[in-house]
């Protein structure tokens, strides 16, 4: 692909240093649709990146946006703070009788405000509230957002010096496999636990995504996190599943825990929820949890009303009828799986493992700066791909759930050549 030079001279000028896909990705985007995008010069870019995980129905997806202008046409509440609207009980009843219903679970709803961070600081909030206890078990190479409660319980050394105080009452454990399968489960965290002099408060909560994705997609195992679940409950804390970006379908389920068979005491929901990348998030929590004073948790933006609108039929359109968007994720997970195991077959020691599920995969490079050297030939060959991981090592697959076979077969091979072109 032949790329002219854009014009980047007033995002140079005016808007601050710290962008960061913007460099990654040099150009001036005009348009999307589907699995597509296009810049101003009407060069066409195929997106494994979905927004970080906001888009798992594609850019501008027509159904939900035919959803979205009919409401704006008709004058829809636009602005609502916590205030009840049509929109906002269309979408609870929605979401209580197409995911929560069918899959046996009990939760209260909360709009904390628009973003994941938002959902996560609440979660730690109302955890602290109900266990009177102010410390919060994290893992290795978490990450649950970029406010100070979040940053607390966030592993990245690069985004924690960013908040430029201490970062309290937050307490690292091993993820899944942190340490190579040389030590048991939870033997370190549990001793810690059942020892006064270990210095560890007994905490409030433990928060975990099942799949970290800026942490490089490391892949928590269903039997690892159902003996988590059974710590938490033998230890009288609550288990908070930080679903923003590996919920809403993106391993295969609808939550990402369903595969382990747990019920956490409380979820955070953000990314593609509303389904159109409109700013949206939920905490859930089990209703003897409810413990909040009206108005003790607020914020202005709380009430997205044109996102309660797309995610309400993006559930009715994706999920109403059972399990067929998890089979056809399933199926796609399986066609990048394929690929990936040429690619590592081609690459040889190159590669130290390629893991994933559902449509979240990764490929780790030996040579850290490699993966970051195949984002950019990526991007000049048409795909978009970012990085994760703690040093950028890891190569971070992200397409629409709603991508074609063609269309991820298409990107698969781009991978291949811009991995190959790099060696």
Request: glycine residues 10%; contains cysteine; charged residues 25%.
């Amino acid at each position: 692909m032949t790329i002219t030079q854009p014009d980047l001279s007033v995002f140079e000028t005016l808007e601050s240093e710290v962008r960061s896909y913007c460099r990654g990705w040099p150009t001036v985007f005009d348009r999307a649709q589907g699995s597509r995008m296009f810049d101003e010069d009407g060069h066409e870019y195929l997106d494994f990146f979905a927004g970080a995980g906001s888009l798992n129905y594609g850019h501008n997806n027509p159904v939900l946006k035919r959803a979205l202008i009919d409401y704006i046409e008709r004058d829809g509440v636009t602005h609502g703070l916590d205030m009840s609207t049509t929109a906002k009980r269309a979408f609870l009843e929605t979401f209580q009788n197409v995911i929560l219903r069918p899959r046996d679970l009990p939760y209260k709803v909360m709009f904390p405000g628009p973003t994941g961070t938002n959902a996560v600081e609440s979660a730690l909030k109302l955890a602290r509230k109900v266990k009177g206890r102010e410390s919060i078990v994290s893992f290795t190479n978490a990450f649950h957002g970029m406010s100070l409660g979040s940053l607390a319980v966030t592993g990245n050394a690069f985004k924690r010096a960013g908040a430029g105080i201490p970062l309290v009452h937050g307490t690292p454990m091993p993820f899944d496999n942190y340490l190579d399968g040389r030590t048991p489960d939870f033997i370190w965290f549990e001793r810690l636990l059942e020892d006064s002099g270990s210095g560890l408060n007994q905490p409030a909560a433990v928060i975990v995504e099942t799949v970290q994705g800026e942490g490089g997609i490391n892949v928590a195992r269903a039997e690892w996190l159902r003996q988590l679940a059974d710590v938490c409950k033998r230890w009288d804390m609550l288990l908070i599943v930080d679903d923003i970006q590996m919920g809403c379908g993106r391993t295969g389920p609808f939550f990402s825990f369903e595969e382990a068979g747990i019920v956490p005491d409380i979820v955070t929901v953000s990314k593609s929820i509303s389904g159109y990348g409109l700013p949206m998030s939920l905490c859930l929590f089990k209703p003897e949890l409810d413990v909040w004073e009206p108005g003790e948790h607020n914020g202005t933006f709380r009430g997205n009303n044109p996102a309660f609108v797309t995610a309400a039929a993006a559930l009715e359109t994706y999920w109403a009828d059972g399990s067929a968007m998890e089979k056809q994720t399933q199926a796609r997970g399986e066609q990048i799986e394929q690929a990936l195991v040429a690619i590592a077959d081609e690459n040889g020691d190159a590669i130290v493992e390629y893991r994933g599920r559902g449509l979240v995969w990764g490929i780790e490079f030996r040579d850290k700066p490699r993966a970051g050297a195949i984002a950019k030939r990526a991007f000049e060959l048409g795909l978009l791909i970012e990085t994760s991981g703690p040093e950028s090592e890891v190569v971070k697959l992200l397409p629409a759930l709603t991508i074609t076979a063609e269309e991820l077969d298409e990107g698969l091979r781009t991978l291949a050549r811009a991995v190959r072109e790099t060696a």
